[in-house]
C-alpha cells in the first residue's frame, strides 16, 4: 500500500495524479518563483517521472532538495515538512477540554467498562497522533540539513529546518506513547540545535543562544545526554563568537563535569575551552585542555576524515587538531602552527568541508604574518584561497578571520598583493538579505 502523505492528498484534491498533469503546473510556478524571488536558477528546476512516482507512493525518506522545496511550497501553500509527512501528523490536534470548566462542576462522562471501550482506550493511548513512519521520516530530515549543510549553507536550509522544527513542535501538542513522544522530544532538540548553530553561523548570537537553551533543556529532560553536551557545546560556540570568552569557557567547563569522558566532551574542551582560554591569554591551560581533547579524541572509535562542522557526531583527531589550531594562533605559537597544519594537510584537502579548508588557510596566512619574518605573499595568496573556497555567502567565522588577516597585514598595504587580497575581500560575498529572518 502507498503511503499516504499530504502531497499524495493534494495531488488527489487537484487531480494532479499523473506526471503529465503535474509536470506543466510545476514549471508554471518554478517559472513564476524565479521571477518573484529574482532567483533564475528556479526555472530550470525539473522533476523526473520517476522522482514524482516516488512523491506519490510516500517512498521518500528525506525532503528534496532545497530548492524543489521551494517551488513545491509555492505550488500548495504548505511547508514541504508537512507535504512529505503522513496526511494524519499534518491534521490539526484536537484541543483537550479546558480543566477550568471540570473543576467548576463539569464532571467526565462515565466510562463504560465494557470489552469494546476498554480496547478503543487503550489503543489510543499506544498509538497517538505520531507513527513510526512519521518518525522515521523526521530523523532523516535532521540527517539531510546535517549531510547538505556545508554544501547549501545556513541561508538555504533555515527555512526548511524551521518548518521541521515548528512541525515537530505541533505534533507534540497532541498525545504519543511514551517511547514516542522521547524520539519526538529528541528530534525537536536537534532540529532547535541545527536552528543554533546555523543563527552562530550568520552572526545573530541571541537567537542562537535561545535555540540552544531549548535543545539542552528538551535533551536533558529524556535523558539523552549526547544531544544536551552538543547543545552546550553550540552554545559555548556561540558565546565564543560574540566575544565572551570567559562565559564561552565557563559553559563548556560547566558542560564538562557532567561527563568528563564523554565523546562530546572532546568538543566542548578543544571548540569551547581551549580556544577562549587562548583568547584570554591563558596559554598553559588552553595548552593542557588541547592535550586533554586530543587524548580523549584517540580513545573514541570515530571517523579520522571530517564530519560537517554542524554534525552531531562527536569530534575525530582531524577536527580536533583543527579547533587545535585556532587556538594557537591566538597565542602566537606560530611553529606549532605551522607542524600542526602540515599534519592536517590530507585530512583538510580530502575532505569535502569547504569552509574548514577555508578557516584553516587563514589560521595558517595568520600565522604567517605572527612570524619574526612575516611572509606577507603567502600569507595573502592563502587568504585569497580562501574566500575561493568559502563561496559568495561564507559563514561568519570566515568572514571574520577573512577581515583580521586583512587588519594584521595594514602595516603593508602598499604591497600590490595585499592591494589585490583588499579589494577581493571588499568584492566579496555579503550575506543575503535574508540573513536576519530567524
Known sequence: MPRITLLRQLLKERHLTTYEAFAPQFARV?????????DPRLASIEVSSRQFDRWLGGELKTLPRPDTCRVL???????????????????????PPPTAAIGAGMRPAPVDAGPDAIAARTHQLVCGNVDEATLSFLSSSIDEVVKRYEQDGPYRLRGQTRQLH???????????????????????????????YMAVNTGEFPVAEAYCAEARDLSREIGDLDTELWACGTFSFSLYYAGRYTEADACAAAAVQRSPHHPQTV???????????????????SERVIGQAVHLSDLHNVPDGLTPCISFAPYGRARTLANALTARVSLHDTGQVLRDA???????????SSWSRSLVRLDVATALLHRPAPDIEHATALGREALTLAGPHP???????????????APW?????????????????????TARAV
Open 30 to 38: 518554478a517559472r513564476e518563483a524565479a521571477r518573484s524571488n529574482g
Open 73 to 95: 511550497e509555492r505550488l500548495f501553500a504548505r511547508p514541504a515538512v508537512e507535504l512529505f509527512a503522513p496526511a494524519t501528523a499534518s491534521a490539526p490536534v484536537p484541543e
Open 166 to 196: 515548528g512541525l515537530t513542535h505541533t505534533l507534540l501538542r497532541g498525545h504519543q506513547p511514551p517511547r514516542a513522544r522521547q524520539e519526538l522530544f529528541r528530534i525537536t532538540a536537534r532540529a532547535a540545535g541545527l536552528l543554533g
Open 267 to 285: 568538543r566542548l574542551l578543544v571548540n569551547g575551552r581551549a580556544r577562549a582560554l587562548a583568547k584570554l591569554g591563558e596559554r598553559a591551560e
Open 342 to 352: 602540515e599534519q592536517l594537510d590530507d585530512l583538510i584537502e580530502r575532505s569535502d
Open 413 to 433: 598595504h602598499s604591497r600590490p598583493t595585499v592591494r589585490d587580497y583588499g579589494e577581493e575581500l571588499r568584492s566579496w560575498g555579503s550575506p543575503p538579505t
Open 395 to 409: 559563514i561568519s567565522s570566515v568572514r571574520q578571520r577573512s577581515r583580521d588577516l586583512y587588519d594584521l597585514t
